[in-house]
């Protein structure tokens, strides 16, 4: 009897393990069809998997896109702005346990002194 419960166990938990892999691991086409670029731009044509020449002008119209920004360089003549000086700086000091010099060196080796000889 306990062995065909130990059958029946594993049994149980090898499809257990069958149903996650297909629930969780294998990809399905869906998953596929979401990786698929698409524009918001009318204009631009949408880009799939197989469409290289639709891709590559759907990127040119993006870049054109971003050719037309205009900054506003108001922000540079502002008081605020101008009163920064950037002498504000902070000054870090070591305390004094940063590590080992040499981080590379064999261990031990700092301990060692270097003798010359003439």
């Known amino acids: 009897m306990p062995r065909t ?3 029946i166990i594993f049994v149980a938990i090898g499809a257990v393990l069958v149903l996650a892999y297909i629930f969780f691991m294998r990809n399905t086409p869906d998953d596929d069809a979401s990786l698929v670029l698409t524009s918001s731009n009318p204009a631009a044509p949408a880009a799939t998997a197989g469409n290289n020449a639709a891709a590559t002008e759907g990127f040119l119209t993006l870049l054109l896109n971003v050719k037309n920004i205009k900054l506003n360089d108001a922000v540079f003549s502002d008081v605020a702005f101008i009163s920064l000086d950037g002498s504000h700086s902070i000054n870090l000091t070591q305390d004094g346990t940063e590590g080992r010099t040499n981080p590379f060196a064999p261990l031990g080796s700092e301990n060692v002194g ?5």
């Not at 270097?114 to 003439?118: E, F, G, L």
């Open 114 to 118: 270097v003798s010359v000889t003439p």
């Open 5 to 7: 419960r130990n059958i």
